[in-house]
């Protein structure tokens, strides 16, 4: 058997359990990012979305969106420097969990 051949013998065997690897990979990465979010909370225990709005607002954020996103509730607005943020609070307490800043000023997308 030439070298050419035995390549592609040893690639088409690993092929497959890297492909189920990476996909392993990508699901579990999905649900650890989740995790990372919120804890399970039923609906009637959340606190009222304008409860939500005022926490945001009581930080600082000026809001522009609150919507249930992955068990948590998503805060989309901008922070004091006019910088685009989204943040997650918890359904029950409206504890931030989950921070984050996006780049851009007020006024830009």
Aim: with cysteine.
């Amino acid at each position: 058997m030439d070298q050419h051949s035995l390549r592609k013998r040893t690639v088409m065997r690993i092929l497959p359990a890297l492909i189920i690897a990476v996909a392993a990979t990508a699901a579990t990465t999905s649900a650890a990012q989740a995790a990372d979010k919120c804890a399970y909370v039923p609906r009637e225990r959340w606190i009222p979305i304008d409860q939500a709005i005022r926490k945001a607002e009581s930080l600082g954020y000026d809001v522009r969106q609150v919507e249930p996103d992955d068990g948590c509730w998503e805060v989309e607005g901008f922070d004091k420097n006019g910088a685009k943020i989204k943040l997650y609070l918890d359904p029950a307490s409206g504890e931030v969990v989950k921070p984050s800043t996006w780049l851009g000023r007020r006024g830009r997308q």
